[in-house]
């Protein structure tokens, strides 16, 4: 590739763009599967409530939940309205599990919390998160490639990804198809724990899309 | 409430009394959503379509069966009589949503899915039955909100089913319409990464912007690129596997859709697909399919759809524009106008006059194109499939420029002078002697070139429709430039100027027989309005026609001649204006044809009947009908008392309607009766007013 080509290829998206016009959203890069289950997990390096800095390395050895939210999602009420999020957070953090919330939310988009505001909402919510995690650029939403809210990564003590995708079998805002779901993230820990392989490694999540700026 | 909401709700209500199947349409923050019947009454053991119809809110979408990455298909509960079954919901070929690294599945607009209904073989005649559903959706935007309504439909059950006038016709076309598996189509899903999915396709080489979607939400990652391409025997996908991993070694169904050629523009149909695992089908690949640039996943297939010009091509597209431009100069309908306006040079202006106007003539040219160039470029931003000739597809736009032309012609023949007492809007702006008046004669020329496509035209404005806005505004300007060109230059040499003869009779002439060019592109438009809306239509336009005619001839008597035609214009109008501007007077009352028979149906069932005798060619009538019957007061006391209408049209000759007139001792239309719940029917007087309508329907006849 020339760079003349180069140049020629960055005008012409510029004129689709144009083109696409007031009524058409224009993509970004389309990030599809970007972890594959069983492939190291993406470092990050992102701010918790506090203010502090986080990495995946710092867990090194423990099993991780990543649990993107937006509380604003209907999806996201479905499983907190009902207290069915945080008994699953309570059942993991007891048992030795990171559980780690995810705000990829960008400013001003539906589910976006600063420091001060997730510590209020964990409190409303009753919620038990090891921490929650603000991503406000995004960026560690796309190098998991979240779609989702509530979309659920859990990566093992070697830094392998052991699941990725929906929290159950029911894709639906509505509470009352919790009743009977299958829990794909309890009994991906339960396998986890049992030290088997995990049976159902892979779900298409369900949910809001992830609110990126 | 606005005009449209009033006009749609009384429509409704009188749907509902004329057609008892009945529903009400329940209204969330963001979703209307009600269920109509094809049928207005059903027979026992029927097996019928209803459709659940969803009108969403302006950039809103509810979801396919297959949400795609994020979202919610719209669910059913039912809760039938006893006996009574629903079928699945039947779902109309999706859209494809890109939002960020999502792409979802669904619906925007108004929406109708069908769903069949079986009536029980020993359903109850003369009962009227409920179907009500419990319905759940998820509507989003960039948020996502959960919606439910509780729907019903009423439906009477009788020995013989009907259709329903209203919706027999819109549930069959979403029928028609829904993804079906067309014979003949073959389809193979092999393995592999990536997997490949080969559809045979008839015409496949010339269809644009297919996709594939899946069912089944593991199938396949929805926001992947599936580069789609075609050959001579169909179109093949590439696909990434989703959660369930299993492309290629399980049947993989969905719907395949894509857009083909009509006459004008782009028309999408969906097919429904079981791919079979196995070798790709041949000829499925030859060449990478088109993909354009208004479609929403142009940007994720990363296709530069319509490439941008090479400079030799915008150069070409220019100087074709600005050829055009110049040829449309001798179109018919502009060459008179500007005739004219060449003839002001020969007596009138000169010098530094001449040159001021010549160039603010070139102004308003360019300033109308500009606009007119404007215009289409929001409204193809806004996704509304437009070409040139656009402003030609409104009703009201024909008619006035027909109006227009017609006024020139008349102008041209000295029925009335520019200058006079009295001038239409456009004349008097170009009548001012002097700058504006140079300005808006090139604004009149171009608004009288628009019904006109000259040679070399389409093609350059084809053309820049598919470029950038910018790409599209330089050469509507070449157009532009290309047509002031004759005039200003004129404008311009002196020398030019002195090869018009000297001014003499032969000028008026000239004009008057120019007068007959605009009559001709007046007819024309005529025409085309007729097949806009019909008769109705053509009936306001010469209406309007006379009655513009009538002010302009006498206005020259004076103030009170003035007053008097613009007065009689205005009457016409305020009659007339309802086709012209797409507004059905029907739709307020809704009839349906009168029979005997029909009649004596209705009053078994104890419902009071209210019939029109009318005919097209009757005059009385036509006032009665524009008047007290389209009076929304009335449509409204008609659906409270549930008085079914009816219509006898005696505009053709109809014995049966000849000897109910002779019954009530008529020899002609009108004759409007009236047929209480209990009695003799009444004979109305001919000249009916709201008033005693009202009194009529609501039982103390005078």
Not at chain 1, 144 to 158: E, K, L, S, V, W
Not at chain 2, 370 to 393: D, K, M, P, S
């Amino acid at each position: 590739m020339t760079k003349l080509s180069k140049r020629t290829l960055i005008i012409g998206a510029g004129l689709a763009a144009l083109a696409a016009g007031a009524g058409l959203m224009v993509l970004g890069q389309p990030a599809q599967a970007a972890v594959a289950t069983g492939a190291p997990a993406p470092a990050f390096s992102v701010q918790d409530a506090s203010g502090a800095t986080r990495t995946l390395a710092e867990f090194a050895g423990r099993t991780v939940v990543l649990e993107w939210t937006n509380h604003g999602c209907p999806y996201v009420q479905k499983h907190y309205g009902s207290g069915n999020m945080q008994a699953l957070q309570l059942e993991a953090t007891e048992a030795g599990v990171v559980w780690l919330q995810v705000i990829s939310s960008a400013p001003r988009q539906q589910g976006h919390l600063d420091g001060a505001g997730v510590v209020a909402r964990v409190r409303t919510d009753n919620a038990h998160p090891s921490a929650t995690l603000l991503d406000p650029s995004g960026a560690m939403g796309h190098a998991y490639g979240a779609r989702n809210t509530p979309h659920m990564f859990i990566i093992g003590g070697d830094g392998r990804v052991l699941y990725q995708g929906a929290i159950d079998d029911r894709p639906s805002a509505r509470p009352s198809t919790l009743e009977g779901a299958n829990n794909y993230v309890r009994a991906a820990l339960a396998d986890i724990a049992a030290g088997r392989a995990v049976q159902v490694a892979e779900t298409t999540p369900y949910g809001c899309s992830v609110k990126y700026g | 409430m606005g005009l449209k909401c009033l006009l749609a709700a009384l429509a409704a209500m009188a749907a509902a009394m004329i057609a008892p199947a009945t529903a009400q349409p329940v209204r969330t923050a963001n979703v209307e959503a009600e269920l109509h019947s094809a049928r207005a009454a059903i027979a026992p053991g029927e097996r019928f379509t209803i459709v659940l119809r969803q009108n969403i809110r302006e950039h809103w979408h509810t979801y396919w069966r297959n949400p795609g990455d994020s979202g919610e298909p719209t669910a059913l509960t039912w809760a039938l009589p006893l006996g009574f079954q629903a079928g699945p919901v039947q779902w109309p070929a999706p859209q494809a949503i890109p939002f960020d690294i999502l792409v979802n599945y669904g619906y925007s607009g108004e929406v109708l899915f069908p769903i069949e209904i079986s009536a029980p073989a020993d359903a109850r005649v003369g009962e009227r039955v409920t179907l009500t559903a419990d319905a759940y959706w998820l509507v989003c935007s960039d948020i996502c909100i959960p919606e439910d309504a509780t729907l019903t439909l009423m439906l009477p059950i009788a020995a013989r089913g009907r259709d329903d006038p209203q919706w027999a016709g819109r549930v069959a076309g979403a029928v028609a319409d829904l993804p079906g598996r067309a014979e003949g189509v073959g389809a193979r899903i092999s393995r592999g990464e990536p997997a490949r999915l080969s559809v045979t396709l008839p015409g496949a080489e010339d269809i644009r912007n297919p996709r594939f979607f899946p069912f089944d939400r593991d199938a396949m990652a929805a926001a992947a690129a599936q580069s789609p391409r075609i050959g001579p025997s169909g179109v093949s996908f590439t696909l990434t596997a989703g959660a369930a991993k299993n492309l290629g070694h399980a049947v993989l169904e969905g719907v395949v859709t894509y857009e083909v050629p009509d006459a004008a523009s782009w028309t999408r149909r969906a097919v429904e697909i079981a791919a079979e695992p196995g070798p790709a089908i041949a000829e499925t690949d030859a060449q990478a399919a088109t993909i354009s640039s208004d479609y929403p996943l142009a940007a994720l297939e990363g296709v530069r759809a319509a490439p941008g010009m090479s400079a030799v091509a915008l150069v070409v597209a220019i100087g074709f524009a600005f050829l055009g431009g110049l040829i449309l100069n001798i179109m018919p309908c502009v060459l008179p106008v500007l005739s004219v306006k060449a003839l002001s040079f020969a007596g009138g202006a000169h010098g530094g006059q001449a040159r001021r106007h010549g160039l603010l003539y070139l102004a308003g040219v360019m300033v109308t194109f500009l606009a007119l160039a404007g215009v289409l470029i929001a409204l193809r931003g806004a996704g509304a499939a437009v070409g040139w000739g656009f402003q030609l597809q409104a009703p009201w736009v024909t008619s006035a420029l027909a109006l227009l032309f017609f006024a020139i012609g008349l102008n041209l023949l000295g029925v009335f002078s520019i200058g006079g007492a009295v001038q239409s809007a456009g004349a008097e702006l170009t009548s001012r002697g002097g700058d504006t008046g140079a300005f808006f004669t090139g604004a009149l020329a171009v608004v009288a070139a628009t019904p006109c496509t000259a040679p070399f035209m389409a093609g350059a404005i084809g053309a820049a429709l598919t470029q950038s806005a910018a790409t599209t505004l330089l050469i509507f300007a070449a157009l532009a430039l290309g047509f002031a060109l004759p005039l200003t230059a004129l404008s311009l040499a002196p020398a030019l100027q002195r090869l018009i003869p000297k001014p003499g009779a032969w000028m008026e002439r000239v004009r008057n027989v120019l007068a007959f060019p605009m009559f001709a592109a007046a007819v024309w438009l005529g025409w085309v309005l007729t097949e806009q809306t019909g008769s109705a239509g053509m009936l306001a336009l010469l209406s309007l026609a006379a009655a513009l005619a009538f002010v302009l001839f006498v206005a020259r008597w004076g103030r009170v001649w003035l007053v008097i035609g613009v007065a009689a214009l205005a009457l016409t109008a305020a009659f007339m204006w309802r086709p012209l501007l797409g507004v059905e007077t029907q739709a307020v009352l809704v009839s349906e044809p009168w029979s005997p028979a029909r009649v004596a149906e209705l009053r078994a069932e104890g419902r009071p009947v209210f019939v029109n005798f009318t005919a097209a060619w009757c005059v009385t009538c036509k006032v009665n009908e524009a008047t007290s019957l389209a009076n929304p007061r009335v449509a409204r006391a008609f659906a409270e008392a549930h008085v079914a209408f009816l219509k006898a049209d005696w505009t053709n000759r109809d014995e049966a309607i000849a000897t109910a007139l002779a019954e009530h001792g008529r020899a002609g239309v009108p004759l409007y009766l009236y047929y209480p719940s209990a009695g003799e029917p009444v004979v109305l007087p001919q000249i009916l007013s709201e008033a005693l309508m009202l009194e009529t329907v609501e039982g103390k006849p005078p």
